[in-house]
């Protein structure tokens, strides 16, 4: 279902309504301690249209993922889909959290196929952020 409201201006008649809401009520939009070895980070991009993420989480003793904060240049969908990233990813073990795929965003949010690079760079972001850890770490599945 696509969200038209009149008087809004194009872009946003072009947004579900769970985009906008992520868009406009901006949830988890900060930095983690990168030096800490329960952060992983994540940096990802596309030069193609000029999206790029930087996405950190947090792990408890137990391999529980406890926090995500991110940061983004990017439109509408790129917030979203990381927001929604948070909501999906929170109180899961490091191996669960990996099985998230763009997949999975996408269909929270109803992306259409034009947006899905966002939902893509994301799953890129948490594998990056889980696998690799925070610079000079070798990760939190370590």
């Known amino acids: ?17 769970t985009v906008v809401d992520h868009c406009e009520n901006l949830r988890n939009v900060r930095s983690l301690d990168k030096t800490s070895k329960n ?7 596309a030069p193609a249209c000029g ?7 947090q792990v408890d003793e137990k391999g529980t993922t406890v ?3 991110f940061k ?8 979203a889909s ?13 191996e669960e959290a ?3 795929k763009n997949s999975d965003i996408a269909k929270e949010l109803c992306l259409p196929l034009l947006k899905l690079h966002c939902s893509i760079l994301v ?15 070798p990760g939190l599945l370590a």
């Open 1 to 17: 279902m696509i969200l038209l409201v009149i008087g809004l201006s194009a872009p946003t008649r072009l947004y579900h309504k």
């Open 67 to 69: 926090d995500a904060k």
């Open 72 to 79: 983004t240049f990017g439109c509408g969908s790129a917030t």
């Open 82 to 94: 990381l927001a929604t990233e948070w909501v999906l990813q929170l109180w899961k073990t490091v």
């Open 39 to 45: 952060v992983g980070y994540g940096l990802v991009g």
């Open 123 to 137: 799953e890129d972001a948490i594998q990056a952020a889980l696998r690799q850890g925070n610079t000079g770490s």
């Open 98 to 100: 990996l099985t998230i």
């Open 51 to 57: 999206d790029w993420m930087e996405l950190q989480i």
